[in-house]
């Protein structure tokens, strides 16, 4: 077991949760209110990372933003959200993490604790993902298969380790994670990246059924063909594949936008958990 991961076992080890069988009545308090929380996104100098924390400020909340290797995208979004009439006193912070390396993770909550002055995230919307478009199996590696795991859902479980001990302590989470369509199978990539979603709604659904009584509500948003990102530019990138145009039913791409939209909701309604919302035009 590496240092990071030992450590990281160690943190959260001792915290109890409520069993799912109990028979003790907890009633929870209806709290859906995002203004003034802290929402970490992941991947926020990617197109549908950017619109979630663009829209997460819209609705007063304060920002942990991270990116990977495109640091100029996340500088523009924070300095474009602070200009905002409403910005108030809230804080943006910026993060440089490498999700799939040991270590980073830990790190970026490290830093975020000390910037915002609370130990974690209220909100962690976990979009960080990567999508290398291989389709044929014979042509996928094991390298390939090894680093979308890790990235794509590895990391998920590590960061949701990170994020509910401090959500725990207030009785107030939200976890959604970004999967895919692909999960289902229809995929304009290959096998790899479809297990790796697959397994992230896996787990989200397993989480959200063993924690309904924390106050943590657990759900992930599935998109398909949404243009306008790093991974699909626009639609011409989709001609010939089963997400060409022509095969989703409203006829046309998703936007970054509207992906948002459905993010937000879930963190606005707690009495959501354990689903995971296709964001397709219809496509199956
Ligand atoms: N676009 C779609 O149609 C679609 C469909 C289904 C699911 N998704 C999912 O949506 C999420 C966001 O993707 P997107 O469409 O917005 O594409 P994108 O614009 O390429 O954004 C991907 C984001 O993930 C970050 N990232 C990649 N590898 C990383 C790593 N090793 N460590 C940390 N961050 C990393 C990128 O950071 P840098 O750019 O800074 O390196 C970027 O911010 C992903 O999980 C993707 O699988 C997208």
């Not at 915002?116 to 919307?125: N, P, R």
């Not at 107030?172 to 970004?178: E, K, T």
Request: include cysteine.
């Amino acid at each position: 077991m590496s240092n990071a991961i030992e450590r990281l076992t160690n943190i959260t080890a001792s915290i109890s949760l409520p069993t799912s069988n109990s028979n003790q009545i907890m009633s929870q308090p209806i709290d859906n209110e995002i203004k003034g929380k802290l929402a970490l996104v992941t991947g926020a100098s990617g197109g549908i990372g950017a619109a979630c924390a663009r829209d997460l400020w819209a609705n007063g909340a304060s920002l942990a933003i991270t990116y990977n290797s495109n640091k100029a995208p996340a500088d523009d979004l924070r300095t474009e959200l602070l200009k905002s009439s409403d910005a108030g006193t809230r804080k943006i912070s910026v993060h440089q993490c490498d999700v799939a390396k040991p270590g980073e993770l830990e790190r970026l909550y490290a830093e975020l604790a000390s910037e915002h002055g609370q130990k974690g995230a209220d909100i962690a919307v976990v979009n960080a993902g990567f999508g290398k478009r291989i389709t044929n199996i014979l042509e996928i590696g094991l390298d390939d298969w090894d680093y979308t795991m890790d990235v794509n859902l590895r990391s998920s479980f590590v960061l949701t380790k990170l994020a509910v001990p401090h959500m725990l302590e207030r009785g107030w989470g939200r976890v959604v994670y970004i999967s895919s369509i692909a999960a289902q199978g229809t995929s304009i990539n290959g096998c790899h990246y479809s297990a790796s979603k697959a397994g992230v709604q896996g787990m989200c659904k397993n989480l959200a059924a063993k924690m309904g009584k924390t106050g943590i509500t657990f759900n992930d948003v599935a998109p398909a063909m949404i243009t306008e990102t790093g991974m699909i530019r626009d639609e011409e990138m989709l001609k010939g594949t089963p997400g060409d145009v022509k095969n989703i039913p409203v006829g046309r791409s998703g936007r970054p936008q509207e992906c948002a939209n459905v993010v937000t909701m879930l963190c606005r309604t707690g009495y959501m958990t354990g689903q995971s919302i296709t964001i397709s035009g219809g496509l199956k």
